[in-house]
């Protein structure tokens, strides 16, 4: 792999990375490309508040937090780039209609790692992508660690998927206790067909498998919400923790493409 230049302007992104070169990349924001304090700004190095990201992906969607106190920090995730998120930075990014594939739960495919600060961080849910708002009225997808007692949950992966059909509920589908588990980052892909499969991995290890044909919620749900990350799209449940990056792909990738993400970002997130 050549060496990044973390968080320098003309940053090229790293060779072998596989998320790059799968197709149907639709939006693609990771702390070892090009990362700036602001948009215009300086770039962005350990211990600086990153502001704007440059992303990849046909989207061309970049991410931009306005409010200073709400911007994450850089900061190392085993020597490898990241966001930390202190439990009031967010970033909210482009206009809803950026990810109906997203609201309408068209086939996708989400990919990021998380890391928690601490082993156990308490009674929380904590937000890691959001199209939802929380709502079971709403539409969307919306991906959650969930700690919390009165679950009672631990250490779980938590997801809420509507695709918004007339009659049919949203679905909140969780792992098993201790799929999050310790400080260590986590590789999380989340992967549904657009009508009835949904599957999630933690670590490469398959943690949600689920088969209906009732996803959704009724057809006048709310989809009006953009893309949340670290948060929702109704300012709940912030994430304290790090986030290397986020991919989301607009088809349901396949196992060999999962697989090859997978190996990749265990490997070079030391997993």
């Known amino acids: 792999m050549i060496p990044m230049a973390y968080g320098a302007a003309a940053a090229i992104p790293a060779l072998g990375d596989p998320i790059l070169a799968t197709p149907d ?15 215009g700004g300086a770039a962005s190095g350990t211990g600086n508040p990153v502001g704007y990201i440059i992303t990849r992906g046909s989207s061309a969607i970049n991410v931009e937090q306005l409010t200073s106190a709400a911007r994450p920090t850089a900061s190392l995730v085993n020597a490898k780039p990241s966001l930390s998120y202190d439990g009031g930075d967010f970033f909210q990014v482009g206009d809803n ?8 739960t068209n086939g996708f495919t989400a990919v990021l790692a998380f890391k928690k600060n601490l082993s156990n961080p308490g009674n929380v849910l904590m937000t890691l992508l959001d199209t939802v708002g929380i709502s079971s009225a709403n539409i969307g997808l919306t991906i959650f660690y969930d700690n919390r007692a009165v679950v009672p949950a631990v250490d779980r992966l938590r997801i809420f998927i509507g695709r918004g059909v007339s009659g049919e509920p949203l679905q909140d589908r969780q792992s098993l206790d201790g799929r999050l588990f310790g400080t260590g980052p986590h590789v999380i892909v989340v992967r549904f067909d657009g009508s009835s499969s949904l599957r999630a991995n933690v670590d490469g290890t398959q943690v949600i498998a689920f088969d209906s044909n009732n996803f959704g919620v009724a057809s006048n749900g709310d989809s009006t919400f953009p893309l949340n990350l670290a948060r929702t799209g109704s ?7 790090e986030m290397p990056f986020k991919a989301l792909f607009n088809r349901r990738l396949t196992d060999t493409e999962v697989e090859a993400i997978e190996d990749y970002w265990i490997a070079e997130l030391g997993i």
């Open 25 to 39: 990349l639709y939006w693609y924001a990771n702390a070892n490309y090009e990362i700036f304090q602001s948009n």
């Open 97 to 104: 209609n950026d990810w109906n594939f997203l609201h309408n």
């Open 235 to 241: 300012n709940l449940f912030y994430l304290t923790g």
